[in-house]
């Protein structure tokens, strides 16, 4: 399969990388690299065997649709964006050049290139808005409200994705993510939380919990989420999916776990709330099941001591 990968430096797009290439796939990554990494695809780089192409170009500019028509790419993962939900919220101009005409591009793009498919990282935690206690974990049949920005970006690119689909023929999966975290994780957005904690654990520095930790996220592992996007190249046609493991984890139980693993015995500090925060999240993944034959397989114990892992050799080099 030839497949392009936009955002394929950053945290999740390098890894789905590494596991396209490994299969013996051939990749295009495209990436502007203000928040991904040359240093994330250094595997991807340094095999001869591997059929790998990087193109660094920002997905708000035109020329990724000549680019993409070009490549003529079977399948596109789509996963570059603008992620910070507080930046959409400052400057949601920028936020919708990104999220949405940046995916006008990837779009057109694929429809040029007579791509058979795209399958683009949606967000679970935001597209369905504020879900009452008695719907979580959230299901797709929920009504998407996002209160944010950055979630009205998501909802309209699978808007923009199943009218693709319909005029031209363009397959699509849309997969909703839940808190993504692992090895190469950027400490921003809300499951950055893991990779703030692993940094801090390591230095022996104090872990800060703001208000009372009893706030939830639905944490799934970078490379469960990279196995949902490769089985959905070829399954979950014209599907939203939701990937997460249905499991609430309060910030609380996430410190406790990060720091047994860590093998640091020290209460966190304490901070007052931040406004705004979500009170509980996680996903229903029963649709991933069914249709693309995906459960997570990682728990946070072992997927957190995998992070700390990946820091603390990273710290040593």
């Not at 790998?52 to 649709?65: E, M, P, S, T, W």
Request: with cysteine.
């Amino acid at each position: 399969m030839r497949a392009l990968v936009t955002g394929g430096a950053g945290f999740i797009g390098s890894t789905l990388v590494d596991r396209l290439l490994a299969e013996g796939h051939e990749v295009d990554v495209v990436d502007d690299l203000s928040s991904g990494s040359m240093a994330n695809l250094a595997d991807a780089r340094a095999n001869p065997d591997h059929r790998f192409n990087f193109h660094r170009l920002d997905i708000r500019d035109g020329a990724l649709v000549e680019l993409i028509e070009r490549r003529k790419p079977e399948v596109v993962f789509h996963l570059a964006a603008q992620i910070d939900v507080r930046v959409s919220v400052s400057d949601p101009v920028h936020d919708a050049m990104i999220n949405v005409i940046g995916s006008l591009h990837v779009l057109e793009g694929a429809r040029r290139a007579g791509a058979r498919k795209v399958v683009f990282a949606s967000s679970g935690g935001t597209i369905y808005g504020a879900v009452a206690d008695e719907d979580l974990p959230a299901k797709e049949s929920h009504p998407q409200q996002p209160l944010s920005p950055y979630g009205i970006t998501k909802k309209v690119v699978g808007d923009y994705l199943f009218a693709y689909r319909e005029l031209h023929q363009l397959e699509f999966t849309a997969l909703a993510l839940a808190n993504v975290y692992g090895p190469r994780q950027d400490p921003h957005g809300e499951a950055g939380v893991v990779a703030i904690f692993a940094g801090r654990l390591l230095r022996d520095e104090p872990c800060t919990i703001f208000g009372d930790g009893a706030q939830t996220r639905d944490y799934v592992f970078v490379d469960d989420v990279v196995d949902a996007f490769v089985r959905a190249a070829h399954k979950g046609d014209g599907l939203i999916i939701n990937i997460g493991t249905g499991i609430e984890t309060s910030v609380n139980e996430l410190y406790a776990t990060m720091a047994r693993v860590a093998q640091v015995d020290r209460p966190a500090v304490s901070a007052e709330a931040r406004p705004g925060e979500l009170a509980r999240s996680s996903l229903d993944a029963s649709r991933a099941e069914m249709q693309l034959g995906w459960t997570p397989w990682t728990d946070l114990a072992a997927g957190s001591a995998a992070v700390l892992e990946f820091f603390r050799q990273r710290d040593a080099g």
